[in-house]
C-alpha cells in the first residue's frame, strides 16, 4: 500500500497537477530504512484480545439512504445471540496483546521465536474481493482465517451467518485503513503543516476486476476510518470528497503527464 499526495493552494479549484508535484508518505513505523520507503505491507496480525468497537463505527452512519445500503454493509448478529463473545484458548503474554500492521508484521514474521497465533495473520485481505482463478489460493487460505477472527469476537460478522463471504473483511479494512489514515495525517501534520482547517480529497485506486459491489464497501471502510482518525470532518456521516479510480485509469493518467508522446497499439484478435 502507498499514500501519494499533493499540496496546493486553497485558492485552486482545479488545480493542473504535474506528476512532479507528487508526494509520498513514508516514515513507516519500522520499515527498517531508515523511513525512506513509500509502500508498506498490507497486513494486519491481530492478537486475540478482541478490539473494542464503538458502535458509531459501523456503517450504518455513513448515508441517510436505505436505497444507498445493502445488508453486506452492516455487523450482524451470530445465531440470533448478543455480540460475540472472546473465545481465547491460547494464553496471552503481553507482546501478543497488541495488533500488529505494516512492517511490524513483517518484524514477528521473521523473528525466530513468536507466541502470535498464525491464524490472527491476514495480509492482502483486498484479494477477498477480487473472484479470479489467480486469487483463488488467497481467498482459500484467508476465509478460516476470517472465520477464526469472527468466532473470538475480533472482527464482526458481516456476510450470510452460515458463510465466510467478501463481505467478512471489512472490520479488516477498517482496521488498516485506521492504521494508515492515522500516520498519513500525522505525516501532513509535521511535513505539511496539516490543520483541521485544510480541506481534503481522496481518491481510490481499485483494482478493475472487482465486482460491483466492492468500491462501495471500500468507500464504506475509508469513510468510517476517517472518522475514527478525525482526518477531516463528514458531512452527516459521509465523506463528500472521495473518488474511486481504477486501477488501469490512475495508470494511464500518470503516464499521460510524463509523456509528450504516446504509442498507441491495437491489437485485433483473430478469430
Known amino acids: ?34 523511513g525512506a520507503r513509500a509502500q508498506v505491507p498490507t497486513e494486519l496480525w491481530y492478537s486475540p484480545v478482541p478490539t473494542l468497537r464503538d458502535a458509531s463505527t459501523d456503517d450504518s452512519e455513513t448515508s441517510n439512504s436505505e436505497e444507498d445500503m445493502e445488508d453486506e454493509d452492516q455487523p450482524r ?3 440470533g445471540e448478543g455480540d460475540l463473545q472472546p473465545n481465547i484458548s491460547s494464553p496471552i503474554n503481553e507482546e501478543a496483546t497488541e495488533h500488529l500492521w505494516g512492517y511490524g508484521v513483517q518484524y514477528q514474521k521473521y523473528r525466530s521465536r513468536t507466541d502470535r497465533d498464525i491464524m490472527g495473520h491476514i495480509d492482502r485481505p483486498k484479494l477477498l474481493l477480487v473472484d479470479t482463478k489467480w486469487t483463488h489460493g488467497d481467498r482459500k487460505r484467508l476465509r478460516p482465517r476470517l472465520k477464526y477472527l469472527i468466532e473470538r469476537g475480533i472482527i464482526r460478522k458481516y456476510g450470510d451467518l452460515n458463510a465466510i463471504e467478501p ?13 494508515i489514515f492515522g500516520h498519513s495525517k500525522q505525516q501532513l501534520v509535521e511535513r505539511e503543516g ?11 485506486t481499485v483494482p478493475s476486476v472487482l465486482s460491483a459491489h466492492s468500491p462501495r464497501m471500500l468507500q464504506a471502510a475509508v469513510q468510517v476510518a476517517i472518522r475514527a482518525t478525525e482526518f477531516v470532518s463528514l458531512v452527516r456521516g459521509s465523506l463528500e470528497n472521495l473518488f474511486i479510480v481504477s486501477e488501469p485509469e490512475s495508470a494511464s493518467t500518470s503516464l499521460l503527464g510524463n509523456t509528450h508522446t504516446m504509442l ?7 478469430q
Not at 195 to 203: I, K, L, Q
Request: with cysteine.
Open 1 to 34: 500500500t502507498s499514500i501519494a499526495y499533493v499540496v496546493h493552494s486553497i485558492d485552486e479549484r482545479n488545480p493542473r497537477i504535474s506528476p512532479r508535484e507528487v508526494e509520498y508518505i513514508i516514515n513507516w513505523p519500522q520499515d527498517g530504512n531508515t
Open 77 to 79: 448478529r451470530a445465531h
Open 167 to 179: 463481505a467478512d473483511v471489512m472490520d479488516v479494512l477498517i482496521d488498516y485503513f485506521v492504521k
Open 194 to 204: 496539516y490543520t483541521p482547517e485544510c480541506p481534503v480529497t481522496f481518491a481510490l
Open 264 to 270: 498507441i497499439c491495437v491489437v485485433k484478435c483473430l
